[in-house]
C-alpha cells in the first residue's frame, strides 16, 4: 500500500483521532478513482475514532446537500476540494473538515471522537467493524491489548450464538452451566468483568452478572474484549476487563439447526427514521441438550454412561436500535425459561426449572455539546421445584442511570447518577444509590499518546466512596500510534490504574443456604492494575501481547464448596501473566486466501489469606483461573467457499477452596472445531450457508465441576444478509 | 452415639484410680490428640498431638461434604450426604488412610455410630432422604444393608441396650427441610423387626444429635430460625439440649443452650461434660462454647452475666467456635475458620486462658478427641 495520504487539520492538530480535536481526515489511495467516480461526487466512510469501526446513521452536510451513512459508515455527498464537511453523529463530538485538494485520489475516512469521554470503550455507536482482512489493526485499542471480532465473521466461523462468538475472542475464557454463560478476562470472576452494550452495562445489579444467552447474535455488529481494569471507560466493576458489545447496523435473517434439538432463528430489519435509521430484530431458540455423559461422580459410586435431561432452554429476545440526528434510542429484552439440572451426581433435582426476564432501554440525546443519557434495566428470575413446590424462589431487581457528558478540548468529563433495587423471595427490598464524576485528559502526535484520568465513585449500602485513577501512553517505536493506518508499526504502550467493585445485591444477600444472612463484606479495591505491551502491524499481519498484573485488596471470592458457593472478603488476590494475539489476515496463496488467527496467555492468580495469629499464609489459586489458554482460528477462502478450523484450549484449573492440588483441578482441555461454508449470491446481497461441527474430537469435559458439557455437536445455519 | 469415646474415658478413669502400681497415672490423663474435622476446603481430618503445633493430615477425597465425626479405636467415621456422593468415609489414624463406601444414591446420610457389632454391623448410619438406617459392615469388602421406614428424617442414630435408637427430626429432608413437628427417638431392633418404642422430645424441633452414654441419651437441636424476612433474621426457638431416660422412655430434662442460640450440637468431652458450640447472635458472628454437667446444668469458667465458657483469645476476643471438646484436664478445644475458610484450633485451660494455636487446615467443621 503506497498511499498517498493527507491529514486534515483543524486547530493545528495532525491526527485529532482520540485526541481530543474533532476529526480527521485521511485519504488511502488504493483505488485512484474511489472518491471521484463524479466529478464532485465525493465518497468516504465516517469511523469512531476510538475504536476505529464504521459509524452508521452520521449525518454527513455539505455545501450541496447532505447524506446518512450506511450500515458500512458509507457515505457519498457532492463537494469540491475546498467546501466545508460537517458530521453529525449522536455520541460523538461534531466534526468539521475542509475537503483537501487531493480527495479526489482516495477514500476519505473520518474519524469521529465520542462526546464527553476520551474512552477506550465507544459508548453509543451502533456499528459493523471491518472485517480482518483490512491491513489497519482496527482492533488496538489506546494504551491497551484489545480484540474485536466482527459478529459477520463470527457466523462464518460457526458461531450461533453470542457464547459462540465469545468463544473465538482471544483472552476471554468463558465458562457455562445450567444454560447460561459468563466470562472470566485476566483471571478476574465473572462479577468483576463489565459486559456493556454500546456502552450500557448490561450486568444485573442482583448478579453482578450479565448472561451471554440472553443478547441475540443479530442485535449485534461486533464482540470485543479489553482486558485489564477499566473504570473510566467501563465503570466500576470493571476489575478484569470488558466485553463490549456493539449494535449491528446490517439487516440480516439466520435459521440454524443443530445437534440436540437445536432450532434458532433470528434477524433484525433496518428502516428508514426522522432523518437516521431504526433497527428492530428477535431472536427465538430452542434446545433439547439432552447429551450423553459419562458420570464419574455417580451415586453408585461407578462411572456410568447417562444423559444429561432437564437441560433444556428455550429463548426469545427483541431488540431495536434507533439512531437519529440528536437522538438514540436502544432496547433489548429478553425471556428465557430452561431446566436447572443439578450436579451430574445428584438426579433428585432433575425437574426444576429457571426463568429468567431482563429488559435494558436506553435513550441519548445530544443538546449542544452536551450528551445525556438515561437508562433503566430490569431483571427478574423465578425457580420452581415441582417436586418441592416450597423451594419455589423468585427475586427481581431495577436499576436506572443518567449520565451527562462533554468535552472540553482534550479534557473530558462525565457524570452520573443512578440507583439499584432488588427483592426476593424470604429478603426484604434492598435499595442503594450511586453516584461518580470522571475527568480524563489525552494529549499526543503522530508518534505518541499519552492519557490520564480519575474517576470518583460514591456506592451507598455502606460501600462507601473511591476514587479510581488511571494512567496510560504509548509510542510509535516504529510508523505512527494510530490503530487505522496501514503503514507498518511498532507500538509500545504502558498502563496503569486503580478499580473497586462494590459487593452485588446478590454478594450481600442472595448467597448460599449456608451463609443464610447477610455478614459485612467490603468492596474490592484493585489498587495496581498494570500492563506493558506491543503491538505490532505489517502488512496483512498484526500482532500483540502485554504483561499484566492485578493486586487486589479484600477481593470478593464466591469459594466453591459443597455446602454451596459463598461470597467472603480475601485478603488480597494477586494475578499476573503474559497473554497476546497474532493475526495474518487474507494471504493470498495457491488454495485461496488464508486468514489466520491465534492467541495464548498465561495466567497466576492466587489468593493469600494469612491466618489468625500469625500462623501463616493460606495461598489459594483462584478457583476456575486456567493456568493456561488459547485458541484461534485458520481460514481458507477460495471464491464463495470456504473451510475454518478453530481451537479453544484451557489448561488445567482449580475448582476448590484450597491450596494448589492436581486432585482438585479439572483437567485441561483443547476442543477443535471445523467448519465449512460457501456463501450464495452476491457479497452485498447474498446468503450464508455454513456447517460447524463442535467438539470434533468429542472430548469429555466440564466447564463447571460436575456440570458435563456436551460431545460433538453440528450445527447448519443459513444467514441472508445484504 | 459417643459410647465408644465416653468408655474408653470412663475406663481410663477407672484404671488410673483402681490401679496400686507406684508408676501408674494417678490421675486424668491427657488426649492422645486432637481431631479437626475439615469438611471443605481441605477436606479430610487434621491430627495435633497434646502438645507443641505439629500436624498430620488424613485427606478425604475432594467429594466429602460431612459436619461430623466420631472417634473409636483410632478410627474416625463421617459422611457425605447427598451432593457428596452419598458415602462413609473411615479413617485410619494410625496408618493416615481413609477408604470410603457407597451408601444408597440419594439416600442423604447424616449422623453415623459404632454399632459395636449390634446387627451384625460395624457402623450405623442415619439416611434422611430414604427414611432409612444403613447397617454397615466394615471389612475388605464392606456390606451395606438397610432398614426401612426408620423415622420421618433419620438425622442421627445411638447404640443402648441391644437396639439402635434413632433420632428422627421429623422434618421434610427430602425438599425443604421444614420441620414437621416435634422431634422424637424411635427405639429399632437390630435387624428392624418388632415393635418400636417411640419417644416424644416435646418442644423440640428438628434436633440433628444424639449423645448416648449408659442408659441415658442427650438429644442436640440446633433450634429454630425465621429466614422469611432476610436479612432480618429471627430465632424463633433456641438451641436445645434434652436429657432422655431411654430405660425409663421418658424426657429427663430440656434446656436452652441460651436464650438467643441457633446451630451446632452437643459433643462430649472427656471430662463427662457436654461442650456445646452455637451462635448467639442473628448475624450468626458472635459464637460461644457452652459447657453442661449430665444435668444439663452449665459448669465451666464461665463469663459474666452469660452460661458460656470465659474463652479468651490473645487480643481478648472471643472465639468464634464451629465446634469444641473438653480433654479430662480441663482443657477446652475449639476450631474457628477465618478468612478464606482457614481453620485454626485453639486450646484453652479450664479459665478460659489461651494455651495454644495451631493452624488445621481449611473448612473445620468439628472437634474431638483421639
Known sequence: ?722 | MRLPLATAAAAALALAACSDSPTAPTGPTPPRGILVLNGFGQQGLTVVGDTGTTTARVAFDNTFDGGGMEVARDTVISTSSAFGGNKLYVANLVAGTATTVQLPANSDPAGATFTGGLGSASVAVALRSTQALALVQLGAAPTVTTIAGVGRCPADVGVQGGSFWILDSNRSCESSFASLGDSRLIRLAPNGAGARDTILLPGVKSATGIVVVGSTAFVSSGGVADFSARPVVRFVEPAKLVKVDLAARRVVRTVDVAPTSNGGGARLGADGRLYFATALTTDYNTRAVFAFDQELTPVGTRVAGGNQLALRLADGSAPKCVGAVGDALGRVYCAVNGAGSAATLYAFDATGALLRTVAAGQGAVDVALR
Open chain 1, 1 to 722: 500500500m503506497s498511499a498517498r495520504r493527507f491529514h486534515a487539520t483543524l486547530a493545528g492538530a495532525s491526527l485529532v483521532a482520540a485526541l481530543g480535536a474533532t476529526l480527521a481526515a485521511r485519504v488511502a489511495g488504493a483505488q485512484p478513482t474511489a472518491i471521484a467516480d463524479a466529478a464532485r461526487v465525493l465518497r468516504g466512510t465516517v469511523r469512531d475514532a476510538v475504536t476505529g469501526t464504521p459509524l452508521t446513521a452520521a449525518r454527513v452536510d455539505a455545501r450541496d446537500g447532505r447524506a446518512l451513512t450506511d450500515a458500512d459508515g458509507r457515505f457519498a455527498v457532492r463537494a469540491a476540494p475546498g467546501d466545508t464537511l460537517v458530521v453529525h453523529r449522536v455520541g460523538y463530538r461534531a466534526a468539521r473538515l475542509v475537503v483537501p485538494a487531493a480527495a479526489g485520489q482516495g477514500t476519505l475516512t473520518l474519524a469521529l471522537v465520542p462526546t464527553g469521554a476520551a474512552s477506550r470503550v465507544a459508548r453509543l455507536a451502533p456499528v459493523a467493524v471491518t472485517g480482518t482482512a483490512s491491513p489497519s489493526d482496527a482492533t488496538a485499542r489506546e494504551s491497551r491489548l484489545s480484540a474485536v471480532v466482527p459478529t459477520a465473521e463470527a457466523r462464518r466461523l460457526g458461531a450461533v450464538s453470542l457464547a459462540d462468538a465469545v468463544g473465538l475472542l482471544p483472552f476471554v475464557a468463558a465458562r457455562g452451566a445450567q444454560g447460561s454463560t459468563v466470562v472470566s478476562m485476566r483471571g478476574a470472576r465473572p462479577e468483576q468483568v463489565a459486559v456493556t452494550l454500546d456502552g450500557v452495562p448490561l450486568t444485573d445489579p442482583a448478579t453482578g452478572r450479565a448472561d451471554l444467552a440472553d443478547v441475540p447474535l443479530a442485535a449485534l455488529g461486533a464482540v470485543g474484549a479489553v482486558p485489564g481494569a477499566d473504570a473510566l471507560g467501563a465503570g466500576p466493576g470493571a476489575l478484569g476487563g470488558t466485553l463490549a458489545l456493539t449494535s449491528g447496523a446490517r439487516p440480516a435473517l439466520a435459521a440454524t439447526l443443530g445437534a440436540f434439538g437445536l432450532a434458532q432463528v433470528e434477524g433484525a430489519a433496518t428502516t428508514p427514521l426522522a432523518g437516521g435509521r431504526l433497527r428492530a430484530g428477535g431472536m427465538w431458540r430452542s434446545l433439547r441438550n439432552d447429551f450423553r455423559f459419562v458420570n464419574r461422580d455417580g451415586a453408585t459410586g461407578r462411572d456410568s454412561v447417562e444423559t444429561r435431561t432437564n437441560d433444556d432452554e428455550r429463548r426469545a429476545s427483541v431488540f431495536a436500535s434507533a439512531v437519529l440526528p440528536r437522538a438514540q434510542l436502544l432496547v433489548l429484552a429478553s425471556d428465557a425459561e430452561r431446566g436447572m439440572a443439578g450436579p451430574m451426581n445428584v438426579r433428585v433435582y432433575d425437574a426444576d426449572r429457571g426463568r429468567t426476564r431482563r429488559a435494558t432501554v436506553r435513550a441519548a440525546v445530544q443538546p449542544g455539546a452536551w450528551s445525556l443519557s438515561a437508562a433503566l434495566r430490569a431483571f427478574g428470575t423465578e425457580y420452581r421445584d415441582p417436586n418441592r413446590p416450597t423451594n419455589a424462589f423468585d427475586a427481581s431487581s431495577l436499576s436506572g442511570d443518567v449520565e451527562a457528558a462533554r468535552a472540553f478540548g482534550a479534557v473530558a468529563v462525565r457524570a452520573g447518577a443512578g440507583g439499584d433495587r432488588a427483592r426476593a423471595t424470604e429478603v426484604r427490598a434492598q435499595a442503594r444509590g450511586r453516584a461518580f464524576a470522571a475527568v480524563q485528559w489525552s494529549a499526543g502526535g503522530a508518534r505518541w499518546r499519552a492519557s490520564a484520568g480519575v474517576r470518583g465513585d460514591a456506592v451507598g449500602g455502606g460501600a462507601g466512596a473511591r476514587l479510581s485513577p488511571s494512567l496510560s501512553g504509548e509510542r510509535a517505536l516504529l510508523g505512527v500510534v494510530a490503530a487505522d493506518d496501514a503503514r507498518p508499526a511498532l507500538v509500545a504502550y504502558a498502563r496503569v490504574a486503580q478499580a473497586f467493585r462494590a459487593p452485588t445485591l446478590s454478594d450481600l444477600y442472595f448467597s448460599s443456604p449456608q451463609r443464610i444472612v447477610a455478614r459485612p463484606l467490603q468492596p474490592e479495591r484493585a489498587r495496581l492494575d498494570a500492563e506493558l505491551g506491543l503491538r505490532a502491524r505489517a502488512g496483512r499481519a498484526t500482532a500483540a501481547g502485554a504483561l499484566f498484573a492485578r493486586r487486589t485488596d479484600d477481593a470478593i471470592v464466591w469459594f466453591p464448596g459443597n455446602f454451596g458457593w459463598s461470597p467472603t472478603n480475601v485478603g488480597e488476590e494477586r494475578v499476573h501473566g503474559a497473554e497476546g494475539r497474532a493475526e495474518l489476515a487474507a494471504l493470498p496463496t495457491p488454495l485461496g486466501a488464508l486468514s489466520v488467527r491465534g492467541w495464548a496467555g498465561v495466567t497466576v492468580a492466587r489468593l493469600r489469606i494469612v491466618r489468625d495469629d500469625g500462623l501463616g499464609l493460606l495461598v489459594i489459586p483462584t478457583p476456575y483461573v486456567p493456568q493456561a489458554a488459547g485458541g484461534g482460528s485458520v481460514e481458507l477462502r477460495r471464491g464463495p467457499a470456504f473451510l475454518a478450523g478453530t481451537l479453544q484450549a484451557l489448561a488445567r484449573r482449580g475448582f476448590a477452596n484450597a491450596p494448589a492440588d492436581r486432585t482438585l483441578e479439572l483437567p485441561g482441555v483443547a476442543l477443535v472445531g471445523a467448519r465449512a461454508g460457501v456463501r450464495l449470491g452476491r457479497a452485498a446481497h447474498g446468503a450464508l450457508l455454513v456447517l460447524a461441527v463442535d467438539n470434533v474430537g468429542d472430548v469429555e469435559w466440564q466447564s463447571v465441576r460436575r456440570y458435563p458439557m456436551p460431545g460433538r455437536s453440528w450445527s447448519l445455519g443459513l444467514t441472508l444478509d445484504r
